[in-house]
T-cell receptor
């Protein structure tokens, strides 16, 4: 097992609502990355954090935001939910600074927006 | 053009077959390369890293051609348990995934 956990496992929201997804990392894993995986697609990079600061972002609008905490846990916040936000959201960790290292994934949160 | 492109699949093969997956990437500055495996409704898991010299792990062989920006994965003697989606992943400051190729190995 990777030691990465995510909560909740499933979530249903309606358009316009806000959601917070959580990820707990292994101690010492300084970099956390978040991905969105739509059905039938590969994971799409949202952003990554290194020691509590964002240090990379994919092609996602500002309503996708995040936080990383000193205990290595992190959050993904999505405001003004849209139907297309329905997806599996994955959190991944690695010990170093670079997001190009081997990623260890959590089990994901399945979000359905109605 | 997508940053990472893979064979669309699906691949349906009998047990014992050899199957090859191909992947191309657009960023010539990419620094790291991986194949991940994803089972249905599960998270991706690292299958193997890919090195310039090529590398092998049991029945799995990965190759990298930096000049052509091409990565491959060869699976020999396919098992039923190899059925999954195989994701090509390229790293440069962050990780970029292909859409995945679905493999089904049948008895």
């Amino acid at each position: 097992e990777t030691g990465v956990t995510q909560s909740p496992t499933h979530l249903i929201k309606t358009r316009g609502q806000q959601v917070t997804l959580r990820c707990s990392s292994q101690s010492g894993h300084n970099t956390v990355s978040w991905y969105q995986q739509a059905l039938g697609q590969g994971p799409q990079f949202i952003f990554q954090y290194y020691r509590e600061e964002e240090n990379g972002r994919g092609n996602f609008p500002p309503r996708f935001s995040g936080l990383q905490f000193p205990n290595y846990s992190s959050e993904l916040n999505v405001n003004a939910l849209e139907l297309d936000d329905s997806a599996l959201y994955l959190c991944a960790n690695n010990p170093g600074r670079g997001g190009e290292e081997t990623q260890y994934f959590g089990p994901g949160t399945r979000l359905l927006v109605l | 053009r997508k940053e990472v492109e893979q064979d669309p699949g699906p691949f349906n093969v009998p047990e014992g077959a050899t199957v090859a997956f191909n992947c191309t990437y657009s960023n010539s500055a990419s620094q790291s390369f991986f194949w991940y495996r994803q089972d249905c409704r599960k998270e991706p898991k690292l299958l193997m890293s890919v090195y310039s010299s090529g590398n092998e792990d049991g029945r799995f062989t990965a190759q990298l051609n930096r000049a052509s920006q091409y990565i491959s994965l060869l699976i020999r003697d396919s098992k039923l348990s190899d059925s999954a989606t195989y994701l090509c992943v390229v790293g440069h400051n962050d990780m970029r995934f292909g859409a995945g190729t679905r493999l089904t190995v049948k008895p």
